[in-house]
Each structure stands twice: as C-alpha cells, then as structure tokens.
C-alpha cells in the first residue's frame, strides 16, 4: 500500500472517519439466520424473497449497489423499474438451496468495476433487462433439472437477446467523511428506445418495532433554499445516534415517502396495519400506480425519488444525488459535483499504479483492480446478537422453545455489529472464518489496518468461544473451518512490512486459545492424529466427515491433522518473531516446535494395526477409519486431503542461533536424544542461509506426492490443481454401505452439503496459492536442490521455484481473454462479446476447462489471483528473515 497518494493519505487519518460511509449494506438479508425465527432452522422458508418487499428485516438491509453508515442505521440504494416486471427492482433475485438443481444460485449479472479502500470512490454495473423480469420462468426450469444438467440462468431465458438490457451503472464519491456524492447511469444497450424507473431510495433500518428501543428517526420532505434552481429536492433524515443527514436531488424526482414497516394486511391478512404507509408503498406507487401507501404529509422513515426516462438505443441517462451531514450547511449541493467525482476516479487511478507491482502489465493490473473492487465492495455491516436472537423480542412473539437447543445455542456469547468482509455479496452474506482469513491475505495489500482489524475479530472475546474455536459461518457456527488464521496473520505481517509486532502478539495470544481448542477436543483419542469433520471441503470424501462417518468408527484425518501441524509452525515463526525483540515469547516458540514434532512423529507409527496416514505403497497421505477395537483402515481417496501434508511447511530464520539461546538449547537437547524424530521434520542445506527446513513431509515424500500433483492425469490442471484426482473413481464399504466417488470437475453432482460447492475435482484458489506459498517456501530450504519432472512424464526437470512460478500463471490465466475475448474462467452462460469482457471472480473452477462454478460473486477468496500478483515478484527467501 503507498501512502504517497492522496488516498494512501486518507488510509492514515484514521481518526478523520473516512471509513464512516461505505458500501456495507448486504446484498441479500432475506433467507439468512438471523433473519429465521421459525421452528425447523429453516431460513430459506421462514423469510422468502417474495416477503422481502413487504416485511421488515431485524438485522440488516439490502439492495442493489447500496450504501450505508459503519453501524447500519441510514441507507441509501438504488432501486428500478423497467415498465413491464411484476415488482420494484429493489434487490437481486435468485433461487433458495432446494429451488436451485445446484443449490442456492443468484439469477442477475452485476460486477464490481473499482472501490479504494475508504470508498472514497466506487463503481458498480447492474445488468437489467428491459423486459419483464422471468421469475417463474427461472424457478420452474431449475425445478426440473437434475443434478447432472447445469443450472438454468437469465440469459438462457432469452430475455437479454438483442441487448436488450440497460446497463446501470452506480458510483460515488466522498467530498468528505461525511459528504457522499452519487450517480446513476442507465445506458440502453438494445436496438429500440426504452423506458426506465430510476427510483434512488433513502431509509433507515428498521430498530424500533422489536420492542428494545422505541426511538423512531424520521425523514421528511424538506424545502431547498430559496435560490435554489427549479426542480431540486430536499430530504432530510435524523437519527439520534447520526444526527442530521440531507439527501439532495436534482431534476425533479416524483417523491415518494412511506415507513419502512412490514405490510402485515397485505402479507397475513392482519385486521389493522401497523401503519397505512408500510414498506412496500414505494413499489405499490411506482408498479401499480396505487399512491395510498405512500405518506400524504412527507414523512416517514422510507422515501423513494422516481425519475421516469425513455432512452435511445446506445444513450445513457443519468441522475445526481448527494448525501452529506447537515452542517455542511447551505452549499449548492451540486456546485462542482463532477469536479469531485473526476478527482476521487483519478486518486482510485493514482492509488494502485503505486501500490500494484510495476512488474504486473497492464492486462493483469485490471484483473488485480477488479478483484480489489469485489473485495471491498463486499464488506457489510453484520449485526447479530445470538442471546437476543434465540430470545426473541419483547415486541415480538416468543420463538418456539425448541430454538433454544438448535442451531448455535451454545454461542450465546456471540455479538456482532461490524463491518466484516463477507466471501459473497449473495449467496454467502455472512461470513466464514477460514474465507476472512484469505479475505485479510489479499486486502492487507492495499488496506492492511482493516485486514489486520478482520482478523483480530475473530478472536475478539465476543466472537472466538470461550472453549477457544473460532465461529465457522452463521448456518452452524459450531461447523470446524481449516486453521489457517495463524498464517494468514503471519502473512498480513509480513505484507505491512514486519513492523507491527502489537498485531503479532495479540493475535499470537488469542490463538493460544484456540489451538487448546484443538488439541482438547479435536485429538479425540489423544495421539497427536486430529478430526475436524468436512473442514471446509464439502463433499471430498466418499461420505460427509461432519456427520456420516460410519457408526462405531472415528475419522483420523489426513488433513485435519495437517492444518493443525501447518497452524503451528504459523505461530512458532510468529513467537520467534515476537522472541527476537521481547524473550517473553521464546518459551512459546519452544512448545509449538514440539507440538509440531508430536504430530509429525503420529503421521508416522499410528496404532495397534500400524496403518500410518502415509501410503507407502501408494505415495499418498489419506484419512484413517479407525473402529471401538483400534483395527484402522484407510479412506484411500487421492483428494487434496493428501496434499494438505505440503502446507506444513516453515524455515527457520537464520538468526534464531544467535537471538534465541533458550529456542536453540532446547532444539540441540532433541537433535541429540531425538535425532530420529528430527531428522525427518528438520533438514538443513549445507548452502542455506536459513537454519534449516521444518515440514511435516520428507524430501523423499515431497518428490512422490508432487510425481501426483504435477500429473496432469491426476491433479495438474491447464487452471490449476484439482481438489480430487482426475485418475480414477472409487469404491468403498467402511460400514457395510456401498460408496463410490468419481472425478467430477464441473458442478456438484452430489446432494452433500446441498450441492452448491464441489470439491471432487474443480480448483479452488485458496488451497492453490497456499501450495503456491509452500512451493516457494520448500524451495528456499530442504528443496533447494530438488527437480521434478513438470508436467510428470514430460522430461523436463525444474527446481521448485519453477513450479510455484508454473502454478502462478496457470491460475492467473484463468482471466485472461483468448483470441475470441472470452476468459477460460468465464461461467458458460455468459454470452460472448465487448458487453461480457468482465472478469467474473467465481467460487471455484472447473478441473478441465477452467469454466466459473457455484458462486459467482466470491470475489473474497478468489481475490487471491491479485495476491499472486503480488507474490510473483517478491524475493525468494523473504519470510520474514
């Protein structure tokens, strides 16, 4: 990050709040838990999209390209209306996890085209087709399509032929912390004029119908100032937290005022209504022409502004407002407005041409600024409060008695009201604690005060568990996530410079915690081999490791017991870190050496029957089923599950002989009595400028699972590395049930984990820029002299660097245009053409083709690709040194 620039400048005043506004509201609330109030834990159900319109939410908002302040309260988006759809515009559409034939699937296309890290300038396309939007259509088509046909999407309807869309594009600009400038931009891309709604909505978020805080804010039609030119709007908006906002508007919008309450008569049939003016008296307004709902006197706690515009083929139209605190006093809102929008586009410009590396060229540099874009405007403000959520309200009625023992009961604990980088503006509106970790890795970059903040919250007393583990995502808190917080804040260390040793420790302190977590309630038979259920990799094995492994059996897995031997050698390079400057840490920096050696020393004599998680025959790391009377036998799936054993990986820095004596007594004591132990997790080069190598895997080992890694039989991918060998399938009966797993590179085909995400055979970036980082990382030590075989069978040897360097380009390759413009990484649906050049930024990808799968707005982790960027031109050996 520079600070050279005016918005390098903006990151270091801190205290002058220009974080206060941003584009932090969700783009979906309805069908998230917190919003589930019903018996059966079903959100989906329990708040559909057809209600959203029309209900109140209790702990967000959303809409489309929406902006609000840091807690929540006032929000601002836009909202359109084409002529022909059955509903307002108001948010984007798609389908629940049992509508959709590959779960849950947004049906809109929208990209994020820049953000700076303040959001002192931002920019967002929607897509909206011109004529009605196919509702029915999308649910009834997906309804009969099995799992072994992809999803139906919008542009399958036919609906957006000819371009016969408007392309609307959002953006704002800060004058100030508190000053927020906005257009609206619609161009009609088709071959006729068209007509559009544009109907900017302002509102407050709903806190005062639950019955803990009856105070009401308002907002009222106001009158500009006298001079001011005919058709100018003036709203004003109080809160008693906020104070005073203005929302000011040109051109003469229709205005429409109503309260933002749920339209009980309209959606329950209620005797009374809780007000005449409910939610939806925008929508009914401007769709059905009905203005009884909307306020005759002009205030509410919900205003829409209507500009009603036909548009050419090819022109654009657009309209202006700003948003600012009231003592900025009487201002021609307008006067010099473009000026300050030029001037934020050309800072955006000025901020990453300093900060991306001057090697990146111009073509990755857009994709690197893309993926910065979608990260950013991915934050939301996530509020939730499990206490109040399983109490229920006092205005309200009491939940069922059976939510006190569902689903997070045992997170009473948990409260949150910040602002969080989410994986997915839709399908995933809350976030995943192993997600925010990648999240931090990339953001650290170009803002690393806030990926420094995401990840100490985390481990913020409201949130981590009082046992130690770390919440997994909203749906089962409880769900185990892969531990890699440690490195990701070794590597937003590092990323900043190695300078913020308060960060290192406190971060350092809270994970103590939860690696007790670990060790207590994961080594179930305590033996150093760990269990963690599907840890984040949904359907990798032949049944789901959360819930269905066979009766009588526990799992040791391969990869459980990885992640936690990779978390601690993280937080041994962070105690020697801390060690160096302060000697309080270098007892710290002892014990997870030997921890790590525990673990190292278990992968390698497991149990009565000696079946170790490596396969000696096989060269392979797997899973061992493990039953009452200790016979074992292994899950022999070539996954990514036996790769993970690379990860665990970290060189001992060359100074730790001189600066830690303690450290360094201790390691001599076990290289004498334990030199067995450490001769195969310790290797030192003769020529390394390190003190040598600690990895869970030997060089022999390292040389056999990279033979499969680099097959592109198996995992080596044009794309990537593959989460499942493309070799085979397999078969197995660990309980007396058949099962089979096959590769399958494209969309799940399995029901597990309702079929949204697929981890038997497509790429995943972060598990690859993590082998990225243990490449370079080995390279730099014990594999210093090591050359393999790239592809395998190929002839060809190349050291280490090389691979990582290989396995870089292939990943960012995936967006980059082919002769015919498209990126290999372009989901199918996406019809080509200069209209679709986006790069889209999916959840994974597929094994062959590279094609984008499940969601297709997880900018978060797929960010990545601009952290590889990065990567590919840092020093080889600079790790912390």
């Known amino acids: 990050m520079s600070s050279t620039t005016r918005e390098g400048d903006r990151l270091a005043q801190e205290d002058r709040g220009w974080r206060l506004w941003g584009p932090y509201q969700a783009a979906r609330q309805w069908g998230t838990v ?108 997906n309804a009969h399509r099995g799992r072994d046909v992809r999803e139906y999407e919008l542009a399958d309807t036919g609906v957006l032929a000819e371009d016969r869309f408007f392309d609307v594009t959002v953006s704002h600009a800060k004058a100030d912390v508190d000053d927020v400038l906005v257009t609206v931009e619609a161009t009609n891309r088709g071959p006729d004029p068209a007509t559009i709604h544009l109907v900017p909505q302002l509102w407050f978020r709903n806190t005062w119908a639950w019955g803990r805080d009856d105070r009401t804010p308002v907002i009222e039609v106001g009158d500009p100032p006298a001079d001011a030119p005919a058709g100018r ?53 401007v769709v059905h022409g009905d203005r009884t709902a909307t306020h005759p006197d002009g205030h509410g706690t919900k205003v829409g502004l209507r500009w009603t515009r036909e548009v050419a083929p090819g022109a654009t139209t657009t309209v202006r407002l700003r948003l600012r605190a009231a003592r900025h006093g009487a201002a021609d809102p307008f006067d010099g407005f473009d000026d300050v929008l030029a001037a934020r586009r050309a800072e955006a410009d000025e901020f990453y041409a300093a900060t991306l590396p001057t090697a990146v060229d111009d073509a990755d540099r857009a994709v690197a600024r893309r993926a910065f874009a979608g990260l950013l405007w991915g934050k939301q403000v996530y509020r939730y409060s499990v206490r109040e959520w399983l109490e229920g309200d006092p205005a309200q009625p009491a939940p069922p008695p059976r939510r006190r023992e569902g689903r997070n009961a045992g997170w009473t604990h948990l409260e949150l009201a910040d602002v969080i980088s989410m994986p997915d503006d839709w399908e995933y509106p809350w976030f995943a604690a192993w997600d925010l970790a990648f999240h931090a890795v990339t953001l650290a970059h170009v803002d690393p005060a806030f990926a420094k903040e995401q990840l100490l919250l985390m481990c913020r007393e409201w949130v981590q568990h009082p046992a130690g583990q770390l919440p997994a995502y909203e749906w089962e808190f409880s769900d185990v996530n892969p531990p890699v917080h440690a490195w990701a804040a070794w590597q937003v260390y590092l990323i900043d410079g190695a300078r913020d040793r308060v960060f290192l420790g406190t971060v350092l302190s809270k994970l103590l915690l939860n690696v007790s977590w670990w060790l207590n309630r994961k080594d179930v038979a305590g033996n150093d081999l760990y269990t963690g259920g599907f840890l984040g990799m949904d359907n990798i094995s032949l049944f789901d490791r959360s819930t269905d492994v066979p009766a009588g059996h526990r799992l040791e897995q391969s990869d459980a017991t990885s992640w936690v031997a990779f978390a601690f050698l993280s937080m041994l390079r962070m105690a020697q870190e801390l060690a160096r400057h302060d000697p309080t840490w270098e007892e710290l920096a002892t014990t997870f050496l030997e921890r790590f050696l525990a673990i190292a020393e278990a992968t390698e004599a497991f149990g009565s029957s000696d079946v170790r998680l490596w396969d000696e025959a096989d060269g392979f790391f797997y899973d061992v089923l ?84 680099l097959d592109p039989g198996e995992f080596w991918s044009d794309h990537g590395v593959r989460s499942l060998s493309a070799a085979y399938g397999v078969k197995g009966d660990p309980d007396g049930r058949a099962m089979a797993i096959e590769y399958d590179p494209g969309a799940s085909r399995s029901g597990l984990f309702g079929g949204n995400s697929n981890w038997r055979g497509p790429v995943w970036l972060p598990v690859n820029a993590l082998l990225v980082d243990a490449l370079h990382t080995y390279a730099d030590g014990a594999g210093r002299d090591l050359r393999v075989e790239l592809p395998a069978g190929s002839g060809r040897a190349v050291d280490l660097h090389a691979v990582a360097g290989e396995l870089t380009d292939r990943l960012l390759a995936l967006f980059h245009p082919g002769p015919d413009g498209r990126r290999p990484s372009d989901p199918v649906d996406h019809p080509g053409g200069p209209l679709w050049s986006h790069p889209t930024f999916s959840e994974y990808f597929h094994g062959d083709t590279g094609a984008g799968l499940g969601a297709s707005h997880q900018t978060g982790w797929t960010a990545l690709v601009a952290h590889l960027m990065f990567e590919k031109g840092r020093t080889h050996g600079s790790h912390g040194d």
């Open 233 to 285: 709007v003036l709203l004003r908006a109080h809160h008693d937290f906020l104070g005073y906002y203005e929302l000011h508007a040109d051109d003469a919008p229709e205005v429409l005022v109503c309260d933002n309450e749920t339209d009980v008569v309209g959606l329950w049939g209620a005797a009374t209504p809780i007000t005449p003016y409910p939610k939806n008296g925008v929508e009914r307004a």
């Open 626 to 709: 493990v039953d009452g009377a200790g016979h074992a036998e292994p899950v022999r799936v070539r996954s990514l599950v036996g790769l993970v054993p690379l990860l665990a990986v970290a060189l001992e820095p060359h100074w730790v002989a001189t600066d830690l004596p303690g450290y360094t007594l201790r390691r001599g004591w076990i290289e004498e009595h334990r030199a067995d132990l450490l001769a195969h997790c310790l290797v030192t080069h003769p020529d390394a400028t390190s003190a040598g190598t600690l990895a869970l895997v030997d060089p022999g080992r390292w040389q056999r699972l990279l033979a499969r890694l």
């Open 34 to 141: 917190r919003e589930d109030y019903s018996a059966d834990g079903d959100a989906w159900a329990s708040f559909p999209f057809e209600q959203a319109s029309a209900r109140a939410y209790r702990w967000g908002e959303d809409g489309i390209a929406g902006l609000c302040d840091s807690h929540g309260f006032l929000h601002l988006a836009v909202a359109l209306w084409n002529g022909h759809d059955e509903r307002l515009k108001e948010r984007f559409f798609g389908l629940t996890n049992a509508q959709g034939n590959h779960g849950e699937d947004v049906k809109e296309y929208w990209w994020a085209l820049d953000a700076t890290p303040t959001h002192s300038w931002g920019s967002l396309l929607y897509r909206y087709p011109q004529a009605a939007y196919p509702y029915r259509d999308l649910i009834e088509q």
